[in-house]
């Protein structure tokens, strides 16, 4: 090999070392930028959940209808089903049909009465006659007196039979009222056999079928008003004095193509308690053992959804 061969080979191995240390720097310092890039851009993680409410059957039978499917949409007052109602129906017939033969023994003070005030008008016609004939000397002093007797007599019997009266139909009167709260207990079952939603929400699971039969007590289904969600998210011991409540917050979700889909939230609650730190959840440091819960309220777009990972930045 000649002198000009070995310099030519010299340079090619130098130029060469130079591309290898410049590619090694280029590299180190990539992977610097990565490693910063992929430090923690958020101050908190969590995931989304919602007010759940459990509806449960308010009365005991068979479920003639229940008109609800997972995921459907319902508003506060709607009519979804019905129980049987009948056993209850013909239960408030034969109260009713108690309470109208009961009536029918109570007395009828007027008519009763009506022979006794006959008698009592024709004693005062009287009573009044003979005070005039008395005035023209026509009649005895003793004449008035005997009449004067006989109005009071009669006024007195039939204050005693109006008494007696008055206490007997009182007395039906006390008999029926147990019926008639037994009519409106009757009649207030019979209203929750109609199975009507008290919120507006989402149906998020359904538990029972139509022909089933359903218990007082027994979860029928489970609803949740998704308009806004809770981002359940934990926050170290250094993080805790630093937010406060109705503090604005920026929420990221993760969005087709890697990218972030950001949302703005607001503290609604902060646990006065610490907790050990779940092993599903990662907080800004995880050398942390113990964190504090908080829930972030979210307005939904329909795109949040219960379980969902999101991150939080409170800055």
């Known amino acids: 090999m000649n002198i000009s061969n070995q310099t030519f080979t010299l340079n090619s191995i130098f130029k060469n070392q130079r591309t290898i240390i410049l590619f090694t720097v280029i590299v180190f310092f990539s992977m610097l930028n990565a490693c910063k890039s992929s430090k923690s851009k958020y101050d908190a993680t969590g995931t989304f959940e919602a007010d759940e409410t459990m509806i449960a059957a308010e009365a005991s039978g068979i479920i003639n209808q229940f008109d609800i499917t997972e995921g459907q949409t319902i508003t506060a007052g709607q009519t979804i089903g019905y129980i049987d109602s009948v056993a209850l129906y013909l239960k408030k017939k034969q109260v009713i049909a108690q309470v109208s033969a009961t009536l029918s023994s109570k007395p009828d003070i007027a008519r009763q009465l009506a022979a006794i005030n006959v008698q009592l008008e024709a004693a005062q016609k009287e009573q009044q006659r003979i005070t005039r004939l008395v005035k023209l000397d026509a009649a005895t002093t003793k004449q008035l007196d005997d009449v004067n007797a006989q109005v009071e007599v009669i006024k007195k019997q039939r204050e005693a039979q109006l008494s007696a009266l008055s206490i007997a139909s009182e007395s039906i009167a006390q008999q029926v009222n147990p019926l008639l709260v037994q009519i409106e207990q009757l009649n207030d079952q019979l209203s929750k056999c109609a199975i009507i939603n008290p919120i507006n929400g989402t149906v998020l699971t359904k538990y029972v079928e139509v022909n089933e039969m359903a218990v007082m007590g027994k979860t029928l289904y489970k609803v949740a008003d998704l308009s806004s969600m809770l981002l ?40 006065n308690k610490a907790e050990f730190t779940p092993k599903t959840i990662q907080t800004k440091d995880e050398r942390a053992n113990l964190v504090y819960a908080i829930k972030i309220k979210v307005k939904n777009d329909g795109f949040l959804k219960i379980g969902m990972y999101a991150d939080v930045n409170f800055n």
């Open 232 to 271: 359940r998210a934990y926050i170290t011991g250094d993080q805790f004095s630093a937010i406060k409540l109705n503090q604005p917050v920026k929420v990221l979700i993760d969005d087709e193509g890697g990218k972030s889909k950001e949302y703005a939230g607001t503290i609604e609650w902060i646990s």
